[in-house]
């Protein structure tokens, strides 16, 4: 069983920056790969970054890159999420899972265990 306590959502200008942090609870997190994910009202939740259990490989939605970086600390059983250059439609609600495997899927049924999905909100 693994538990995920997401932190770092809030309301922030467009072009302005967050961080999102996801803390794990158990010894298999490393072993895992991990995914953030946001869900507008409305919207399907759909995958904005994925890292695999190492972090030595990444991915990221065309939305997402150049903007979003996701990295992890195995030994700190966490995941981080930074966000720059927001922009409106970035508003959602955000959520990192781990993935039942080593490397990150696109799909929600390749992840297993899942955060609250705290809020981020971009808004001038």
């Known amino acids: 069983q693994v538990q995920l306590v997401e932190s770092g959502g809030g309301l922030v200008q467009p072009g302005g920056s967050l961080r999102l942090s996801c803390a794990a609870s158990?010894?298999?997190?490393?072993?895992?790969?991990v995914g953030w994910f946001r869900q507008a009202p409305g919207k399907e939740r759909k995958l904005v970054a994925g890292?695999?259990?190492?972090?030595?490989?990444?991915y990221y939605t065309d939305s997402a890159k150049g903007r979003f970086t996701i990295s992890r600390d195995n030994a700190k059983n966490a995941v981080y999420l930074g966000m720059n250059s927001l922009k409106l439609e970035d508003t959602a609600a955000y959520f990192c899972?781990?993935?039942?495997?080593?490397?990150?899927?696109?799909?929600?049924?390749?992840?297993?265990?899942w955060g609250q999905g705290p809020q981020v909100t971009v808004s001038s």
């Open positions: 158990g010894d298999t997190f490393s072993k895992f790969a």
């Open positions: 899972a781990t993935a039942a495997d080593a490397d990150w899927g696109a799909t929600l049924s390749h992840y297993d265990y």
């Open positions: 890292i695999n259990w190492s972090g030595s490989s990444t």
